[in-house]
């Protein structure tokens, strides 16, 4: 998922973050950008859970959101590990 993509659906990519991890407010999530490294980093600091936990939940909210012959998620997912 690209950059555009990310932008055009961070509404909704944004409230299933929420639903999945309540305690993160919009004001942080703004803050990131969309940007699934700092989301998954905002998850490990509020959560203090491994990265591994929530990565796999993350991965897939982003996914669910984008073109399916777009592996631009699974390009940024591998480089969090």
Same mark, same amino acid.
């Given at each position: &998922? $690209?950059? +555009?993509?990310v932008?055009? /659906?961070? !509404?909704?990519? /944004?409230?299933?973050?929420?639903?999945?991890?309540? $305690?993160?407010?919009? #004001?942080? !999530?703004e803050?990131?950008?969309?940007? &699934? /490294?700092?989301?998954?980093?905002?998850?490990q600091q509020?959560?203090?859970?491994?990265? #591994? +936990?929530?990565? /796999?939940k993350?991965s #897939?909210? @982003? $996914?669910? @959101?984008?073109?399916?012959?777009?592996?631009? *998620? #699974?390009? *940024?997912?591998?480089s969090?590990?």
């Open positions: &998922m $690209n950059k +555009d993509q932008s055009g /659906k961070w !509404l909704e990519i /944004k409230g299933d973050i929420q639903k999945a991890w309540g $305690n993160l407010t919009d #004001d942080e !999530l803050k990131t950008k969309g940007d &699934m /490294k700092s989301i998954q980093g905002l998850i509020k959560y203090g859970k491994a990265k #591994d +936990d929530s990565e /796999k993350l #897939d909210i @982003f $996914n669910r @959101f984008g073109d399916k012959k777009d592996h631009t *998620v #699974d390009k *940024v997912k591998n969090l590990k």
